[in-house]
């Protein structure tokens, strides 16, 4: 029996899309001679649908396209997962499904169990848990189906179930799996999958065909990876990341096993290329083409600035340098380098008229008020307002350049720096984006070297420097990092070490910011606890504030 | 035996604060003879806490607070939510518990069953459902615990659950029920309440005594309106709405019955209540005081204007009157009259000269391209820009004035009209608004006329009228009705009649605008479906868009 896995990028709604896509490899597999092809979860709809399957019209259009695809499985098997609706009247009205279909017809349909419903997963918001379980036969072989979270209560010592699908099928002795998947991007996630599917050949004894999707859905970045486990828990093959990708695996050389084709994971990389791919997919499944990004001369907006042209190309990335009073030559002169370096398009606009405007406007009003933080934010404010008035001319959509460490201290100005359409780097810490510079020069320089090496500076008013305000990089990101991704509370990062007034300083500017986070664009998540969907916190709280 | 029931308005991870309050009432219904003191749902750490959950730091703090209430518990027993731990290694870490404490200890603890994971709530990202019931015993009444939804599965005709917890305690054939509750206020929600406990009563032949809480968390509020309802389906009492309240409460007067103590829910009398108390909320558990608002003579400003000054005094309340060229006359004199009208501060900040900086600045870039939606923006963000120097300046802060009708279809500018801390009527359709704005007014004028009258304008070109780019708006508030609260697609709002051109228009409008409310502040919620948290759509999905 010979087993395609397609690796696909699904579009959220885009059932025609999506459709189109998925026949194109029942086609390619058939000629491949694939007995069956299995596409990911939720694959009809695009991962995650949200609220969308709120709508009846949106279900029915799933459902629509659950019959074109029965309607090719002529020759070959296909296993979708699509939302199917509950019959019974108790529960949610809906399940988390994998179909397969088979001459011409639905054969058989097993509901997902395990609903994640933690980080950016919503799960049972929308979906009843499944309350049967059974494999079926095809071509003399049992297969047993399950859709992504279904394998993930195995292998780890808290498991968040009280049960384990899996489970339920192992008395009819399965001759294989089919997990169908939409498992997120971060850069630490790829080893987890492959421990999680280890410890599934080790309990379950089968090979495990394991389906995830590629590319960018908002803010959630797919970066594919599927993986063929032998039974000897061998990573028969692991697939390519952030691609799209069909491959057919013949069933017999894999539960022979004894091969092991697992891909390199350097962070840095990996994190460069999803952010790329998060770029380029916001971009192509909105409609848009440019981009525009303010270009201070400092290092985040050069990282964004780099990874945008790779992503769409120079032609379509716009930079606008925008110096103030406080500006030095040499950022001017680095942005400038860097433009010239990436072949993009740049203009440099003072922001002193308008800044002049202001003041004189306002005079009369803040003339006996000392200068404070209200005459910085509005040169950021004049800035994010030009940028955008070039979005609103010509088309392009504003990149925000705040990176995570900034993001969770709230080192920003509201309306000002803190504008854009897709924050590209708000999950990349100061101390990674450093490392993302250092990458992405590795072959030559790109970014001016002065970018990296100078102290990160605002420049918003004389000489200022960021470590006047914030407790230097290197510290920050390590209690940041504790406290974000670790959910380490005060006790327990001074017992790491940690100065308590340190740790006190930064966990409340964390959590007094929750309001700026509140209004930012999507943040491209690369960790496994980006802000965002993944990150809820009450604003009015009181807690470490 | 008496039973006290506190109807109080929590704060978020405030655990002093909450404790205190908590300390103060059993002090209160001690003195009032009372036997129980019932306490809401999760009283100790506020609704909803949110990811502070995942802090273990959080829980800890939690559990010392029911330890506090524990040692206050001699001569009355105190029941309290709070969030418990899972001694168990499957499932999720907590519970959702009701704690029974008495003589000095906890006597009992029952944890919540049905977890709303819908709308607004999040319960099943933390919290694993109950898998055992008991009632307890306390001076000689069986007594049912529940915990808020545990009773919402009974009396609607699509349950979304498969069990009812009450239905497990009736073995034990308990005298009374005693609800704890974090049920959000809607504008239609308290006749649901209603219905549900009339239902509960009907099934199990038990009084119910309903502690709700009120009170504002950033966009939720809690209305109160705590009930008690005797077994012959009378609503004995029901407590104020918006306010803290405790009443104690006989039993066998309660199971006597015969009296209905229903009071009023005029929808346009509790939006206005709702909103002064999510504004008042907001600003005081924020540690805030003083807001400032942008005055535009048109009624949406208008009505917030009094909403603020109704909330927090017209000393505390701020407007800047910012009018362009386009500003007719008469909003001006509108927006200085009811600013005079409620005695509020406002200066009157002519954007001209900010405008002909940006005009002049932008010359050599833009010249040969027509005036378009840039130049309409450029005016809005000066606008924001001006109010947010003033609130940086002054501490004042912004409150945002767009509709619900408007942030549906996106008529707004991102980091201009949309600036601001607080969407006060982002829950409110623009027809609702005039209501509120002849609710205001009954009494005598407040809002000028001229305000409610003429034509709703943006006045950022001339002669504009909102109806140039938009439906009217008692049309445009059907169809949006239908389609956010109502989750109605087109299918089914072309069958009610209306024309599908519009439909296909309107609802395109309300989805390629995602990326805007992404952006936007909290909205106070009023209705049953707001934007927020309690509506998750994706951005770049291309469904009716």
Redesign the interface.
Known sequence: MKIALAQLNY?????E?NLEKMLGMVTKAKALKADIVVFGELATC?Y?????L?????IRKAYASVGKLAEVAQGIAIVVGSPSRNPK?????LFNSAFFLADGQIQHVQHKTL?P??DIF?E??YFEPADSWKTLTFKGKKIALTVCEDIWNVGN??????ICPMDEMMDEQPDLMLNLSASPFSYDHAPDRIHVLKANVARYKVPVFYANQSG???DIIFDGGSIVMSPDGNVFDEMPYFEECLRVYDLDTVIRGGVSNEQPKEKIKLIHDALIVGIQ??FR??GLKKAILGLSGGIDSAVVAVLAARALGADNVRCILMPSQYSSDHSVNDARHLAENLGIQY?I?PIE??F???E???KP??WS?PQ???EE??QA??R???V???S??FGNILLNTTNKSEMAVGYGT??GDM?G?LSVIGDVYKMEVYELARFINKDGEIIPLSTIQKPPSAELRPNQKDSDSLPEYDVLDKVLFQYIEK?Q????LIAMGFDEALVNRVLRLVNINE?KR?????VLRVSNKGFG?G???????????
């Open positions: 579009h959220i709604g885009n059932f899309g695009g995650p649908p949200r609220d969308f709120e709508f009846d019209d949106f009247l108790e529960g949610k009205d609903l419903t933690y919503d049972y918001r010592e808290n498991p968040l179930y009280r960018g859905q908002t997919d916001y499944k909105m203009d606009i008229p308008m002049a405007a202001f004189q406007t306002l009003h803040f008020y404070n933080i209200t934010n509005l404010r004049i994010g307002m030009l955008m008035a070039f609103n001319k509201l309306y504008c359409g959910r509370g005060p006790k327990e309001f509140e209004q930012t664009a999507p969907m990150r809820r916190m009450p604003i009015v709280g009181k807690y470490l504030s």
